[in-house]
T-cell receptor, first 113, second 113 residues
Framework: ELKVEQNPLFLSMQEGKNYTIYCNYS?????LYWYRQDPGKSLESLFV?????AVKQEGRLMASLDTKARLSTLHITAAVHDLSATYFC?????????????FGTGTRLTIIP | SAVISQKPSRDICQRGTSLTIQCQVD?????MFWYRQQPGQSLTLIAT?????????ESGFVIDKFPISRPNLTFSTLTVSNMSPEDSSIYLC??????????FGQGTRLTVV
């Protein structure tokens, strides 16, 4: 059974600081996803990581994947209030065309001015 | 990217009744997925909906409680049957037409009273 763990569960940080969210998964996977969810909203796709060593960046967010360690990180640089949200990683065992996802627990991020 | 339209966006229902949620994708996809997000929790997969065959349910979810239809490659419905307050959740449909992405509908916020 595929298990996906995220930590921390809650993160409160000051604007301008850097921090990292960690996502560990238990079984070799094809792809790893990062999503953002604002309160009461659906999921917004942030990154899809396809291979070992993959690194993607968008604004103040950077995601990386180490398939050997079964670990992905989401790094936040110089946080701003707009980044406050819940972040989920998700992993799939399905082949291409089968995006059946197992989600991590989520990290609720609060950026304090 | 794909556009996934889900409706209703929210509903308040009486216990013992049923609600059908619709999900429309703007392109053809082989598989569609239904997830449940209980308050303050992560997402859990309910079932995978394949066109032309029975849906595949995850452990803990049964067809009598969550019947699913998939009449064509762009549309699916999920029914929550004989509802109780424990069914109060956000229900989301997902599809990944690009084979390397998994997009989500806007979600249906269900409250059972």
């Amino acid at each position: 059974e595929l298990k996906v763990e995220q930590n921390p569960l809650f993160l409160s940080m000051q604007e301008g600081k850097n921090y990292t969210i960690y996502c560990n998964y238990s079984t070799t996977s094809d792809r790893l996803y990062w999503y953002r969810q604002d309160p009461g909203k659906s999921l917004e796709s942030l990154f899809v990581l396809l291979s070992n060593g993959a690194v993607k960046q968008e604004g103040r967010l950077m995601a990386s994947l180490d398939t050997k360690a079964r670990l992905s990180t989401l790094h936040i640089t110089a946080a701003v209030h707009d980044l406050s949200a819940t972040y989920f990683c998700a992993v799939t065992l399905g082949g291409f065309g089968n995006e059946k996802l197992t989600f991590g627990t989520g990290t609720r991020l609060t950026i304090i001015p | 990217s794909a556009v996934i339209s889900q409706k209703p966006s929210r509903d308040i229902c009486q216990r013992g009744t049923s609600l059908t949620i619709q999900c429309q994708v703007d392109s053809q996809v082989t598989m569609m997925f239904w997830y449940r997000q209980q308050p303050g929790q992560s997402l859990t997969l309910i079932a995978t909906a394949n066109q032309g065959s029975e849906a595949t349910y995850e452990s803990g979810f049964v067809i009598d409680k969550f019947p699913i239809s998939r009449p064509n490659l762009t549309f699916s419905t999920l029914t929550v049957s004989n509802m109780s307050p424990e069914d109060s959740s956000i229900y989301l449909c997902s599809a990944g037409p690009g084979a390397t992405e998994a997009f989500f509908g806007q979600g249906t916020r269900l409250t059972v009273v």
